[in-house]
């Protein structure tokens, strides 16, 4: 039995215990983190860190871990929370202030994350503080250039998509590889946390649901990821992992080599390419140039400038074994003290694509391009925004015809990832123009949920200062629809007596005939002593990034309110096993098992209890994969709403507020962002709990 298997076994025992218990004490919470924490449970391991920090708040350790847990999981947000509280405490936590600025810079909080920067170099003692110093000074540069970026926004030329449920699942993403432009290759852990080639077609301009690459060798317990064809298709390259370990996944490159109309055996690249030294060596790209085979791969064998480098290595075509020459360092123009992952070689441009951590980014990783061949290179540039974001973006590949590719990244994007705890695949390609854009949504009541008629909807162009009123209508129904602009600054005001003024800024850079521009008006209600201000421009303020939604529901839940992500995922075959991995063991935590004991429903529905609403969608599909995460955590039910013609998705009952609050905390740790209590008397709903 593994090392793994046995503590797993010795969990369900310890869970057993704890699920007749009500509460735990802070050194239990504390015992079953640190258990969930080797297994790479982050997710589970963090709340209950949280939890003994709660009891015994003097013992700074346990936030600390907590907040180490999110950042494993890329969790920016809890990261910001859980380490502010220890952010001066670098002699004790080793660099815990760099991480809680970085957790603000990925979170796009760029002025906080510059401040937090300099706080943290000003105080740090280190050894090492001049290196210590270069990174933060990088790190600072990055926030500076994304704040420029924001400040002078132009008309983008370049939008980036993500792709639709078919392709992106809650688990991880990666690695795409483009066969022709409507045939796409791609890495994912969706089965069973356990990496698998996958393949997709684009039939009519719609990405087919996905399904298992047929014809390639199969791997059992090993990741089979990163994958790369020759050019005469001769050739596949791959990476396979361990299934081990999480974080100590050992990663090497092989090739099948076509043989009529079947693959080989996989063979083994050989030893000076996969190093015993080498934890990972990974992400091959191959090209053909000169009647030489070239195979560019990252690695963190020994020899190179930091951790993870991009290397290459070349063989003769005309041969038919794989007698690659010893490994090059790519040179220190692309390689960093850092970590420098998944390139791509355009010969059409002559360039090489990567990602780095190392030099000036806006985020975590980004892309850079680099002119040149080998270790000769001319020019090093960041992409900039749309293709690099706050978060990690990678895995930048050019389709056959060079219009447009793809990428992955962790970011968010509109309601339809909502979480940044995991990568997906998106498209990018050049903007096409057209004028049937719309800008629509609802206005609701933010604490019953329900529509609001009758209400003024005013559009207006922002150009300046100034802000110059376009349309303005009061609407019947609880729906509104605006025909806009492409490239233009805008806002949308909604005013109704008795409610508070909402506005809602927008742009159109990014349009094109696909999208329109959706939002929920979600309107709080005025006291006697604030007056309601109508029908004058609103004061202007910095343009935001709209929500990227579709107006049109489908079988599969148009989203309203948040979509839910795995928070517990295998990044082993990805890149690096550096401080960002996601965890690789899915087990139920006794938290959760003890939270939602039968002691705490409600048999009747007679005085006072509570339901946690999880979100509300045009059409409900209890079997659809969002609700995997959080169907044993208390019993499913729905109300409908049929005004607006919603469906409300809750956990139902609750004794007492306190439960529901627990409650509706594991829900927001599966992914429903927006989930909030509910509280009902003799059946009848009373209204959100704030």
């Known amino acids: 039995m593994t090392r793994i298997s046995s503590l797993l076994l010795a969990m369900v025992c310890f869970l057993s215990v704890l699920t007749a218990q009500e509460e735990l004490s802070w050194k239990k919470h504390k015992k079953l ?110 926030c500076e250039k994304a704040l420029t970026l924001a400040k002078n926004k132009t008309p983008a030329t370049i939008q980036v998509k993500h792709l639709s449920e078919n392709i992106n699942s809650p688990s991880i993403e990666f690695a795409p590889i483009p066969y022709s432009d409507d045939l796409l290759y791609y890495s994912s852990t969706m089965k069973g946390n356990q990496a698998y080639l996958f393949r997709t077609q684009r039939k009519n301009g719609t990405w087919k649901k996905s399904v298992l690459a047929e014809g390639l060798p ?57 190093v015993v030294d080498a934890n990972t060596t990974t992400q091959p790209w191959i090209i053909h140039q000169n009647g030489q085979e070239i195979l560019y791969f990252a690695s963190d064998r020994t020899g190179g400038f930091g951790e993870m480098d991009i290397w290459y290595s070349t063989r003769s075509i005309a041969s038919d074994d794989i007698d690659f020459t010893y490994p090059i360092n790519a040179g220190e123009k692309i390689n960093t003290i850092g970590d420098e992952i998944t390139p791509f070689y355009s010969l059409a441009n002559n360039t090489l694509y990567y990602s780095s951590n190392g030099k000036v980014t806006l985020g975590g990783w980004d892309i850079f391009q680099a002119k040149g061949a080998l270790d000769q290179w001319t020019t090093v540039e960041n992409l900039g925004t749309p293709i690099n974001s706050s978060a990690d973006d990678f895995y930048y590949v050019l389709k056959p015809s060079g219009k447009g590719g793809f990428l992955a990244s962790n970011r968010l994007y509109g309601a339809e990832k909502i979480s940044t705890q995991h990568e997906d695949i998106f498209e990018f390609g050049v903007i096409e123009k057209s004028n049937n854009l719309y800008a629509l949504g609802q206005v609701m009541d933010k604490e019953t949920m329900a529509p609001i008629s009758d209400v003024r909807i005013s559009l207006y162009e922002i150009t300046g200062s100034k802000a110059k009123l376009l349309s303005s209508k009061k609407i019947a129904q609880p729906n509104y629809r605006f025909q806009i602009l492409p490239d233009k600054k805008l806002r949308l005001v909604t005013e109704k007596m008795g409610y508070l003024k909402n506005v809602y800024d927008f742009d159109s850079y990014n349009a094109n005939g696909n999208i329109d521009y959706t939002h929920i008006f979600s309107l709080d209600k005025a006291t006697t002593n604030q007056a309601m201000i109508t029908n004058t421009p609103p004061k202007t303020t910095q343009a935001t990034t709209p929500d990227y939604t579709t107006a049109t529901a489908s079988i599969n839940e148009n989203i309203i309110a948040s979509k839910p992500k795995k928070t517990a995922v295998n990044s082993s075959p990805i890149r690096k096993q550096s401080s960002t991995a996601s965890a690789s063991v899915t087990i139920n935590t006794p938290k959760i098992a003890k939270e939602t004991k039968p002691s705490v429903a409600v048999n009747n529905i007679a005085g006072t209890y509570y339901k946690v609403q999880v979100v509300a969608v045009n059409y409900h599909d209890i079997n659809h994969p969002r609700y995997n995460q959080v169907k044993h955590i208390g019993q499913i039910v729905t109300e409908k709403v049929p005004k607006i013609g919603v469906t409300r998705v809750l956990i139902a009952d609750l004794k007492n507020k306190k439960a529901a609050e627990k409650i509706k905390q594991q829900v927001v740790q599966y992914g429903f962002a927006d989930a909030f209590v509910v509280k009902y008397k003799d059946g009848q709903r009373i209204g959100r709990v704030w």
Do not use: M
């Open 33 to 142: 983190a640190d258990k969930l924490f080797e297994a790479t449970q982050y997710v589970d391991a963090a709340a209950h860190y949280e939890d003994a920090w709660q009891q015994q708040p003097k013992e700074l350790a346990l936030i600390h871990k907590a907040g180490e847990a999110y950042y494993l999981i890329k969790d920016f947000k809890k990261t910001i929370h859980t380490l502010q509280h220890v952010k001066a405490e670098n002699k004790r936590f080793p660099l815990v202030g760099l991480k809680y600025a970085r957790a603000l810079k990925q979170d796009g909080q760029y002025e906080l994350a510059k401040s937090e920067f300099i706080y943290f170099i000003n105080a740090y003692q280190g050894n090492d503080k001049a290196i210590i110093s270069n990174i933060v000074a990088n790190e600072i540069e990055g």
């Open 218 to 274: 199969a791997f059992p317990n090993k990741h089979f990821a990163n994958g790369s064809f020759a050019p005469d298709a001769k050739r596949f390259y791959f990476t396979l992992c361990d299934n081990g370990d999480g974080l100590n996944s050992k990663c090497e490159i092989y090739v099948v080599k076509r043989e009529q109309s079947k693959w080989s055996a996989p063979i083994r690249l050989r030893d000076y390419i996969n």
